[in-house]
């Protein structure tokens, strides 16, 4: 598929935000065969997961035994290593890690957003399912700024989909952001997306 996204912004776009983006092609067991790729597809794959993981690097995660599964899934499939926060802090890096750029944003200001194409007008425009999973976010579509107020364990500048003005305003595209909790549901069901983006909590 075409790119929306320029091959320099791309080798610099954020994984290590302020640490580490792992970027698993999957194909698990409960929703694809043994193999990530489509049978006799020519190498096409089946499932992309983002997991974007703040302030732990590559290094203090794959291989640590407290992180069985991540380290499995980043020595079974693929990583994406070669990339470098884009500025600082992180709301800009997360905006330019869909959408190519930050846009001359450079702050975590909660009201941002954004009037660029983006990832998902391309995955859409390709006719590719996509959702984004974030931890702690207490509903599905949730366009408040933090849940819960007082602690702010999910925060929107963790979630760049709800800072882009084309997704915002659309309650469709908001039902594809959905809490962390569903997502075991959705790979069960077999019905997970061809693009998932995964973001833990604040802590």
């Known amino acids: 598929m075409s790119s929306i996204v320029p091959r320099r912004a791309l080798t610099r776009v954020a994984a290590s935000i302020t640490g580490l983006a792992l970027v698993a092609a ?11 790729r ?3 597809g020519g190498g096409r794959l089946r499932h992309i997961f983002v ?19 991540i380290t499995h ?11 470098d926060g884009v500025t600082h802090p992180s709301e800009p ?10 846009w001359f944003v450079n702050d975590d200001d909660p009201a941002n ?17 996509w959702a984004a999973y974030m931890d ?15 602690a702010g364990l999910y925060v929107n500048k963790h979630n760049p989909f709800v800072l882009f003005t084309d997704i915002l305003s659309d309650p469709a595209r908001l039902a594809h952001i959905k809490p962390y909790t569903s997502l075991a549901g959705d790979l069960r069901s077999g019905h997970v997306a061809s693009f998932v983006w995964i973001t833990p909590d604040t802590c």
Do not use: C, K
Request: proline share 6%; hydrophobic share 40%; aromatic share 8%.
């Open 26 to 36: 999957l194909a698990l067991a409960s929703v694809a065969a043994a193999s990530p």
């Open 38 to 40: 489509e049978e006799g």
């Open 51 to 69: 997991i974007m993981l703040e302030n732990t690097s590559r290094t203090a995660l794959v291989g640590d035994p407290n992180a069985p599964f």
């Open 73 to 83: 899934l980043a020595t079974t499939y693929a990583q994406a290593t070669n990339y």
């Open 93 to 102: 890096n997360y905006v330019a890690a869909i959408s190519g750029s930050n």
């Open 113 to 129: 957003t954004f009037d660029h194409t983006n990832l998902v007008d391309q995955l859409e425009a390709h006719h590719l399912s």
């Open 136 to 150: 702690a976010m207490p509903e599905a579509g949730f366009t408040g700024t933090q849940w819960p107020s007082n």
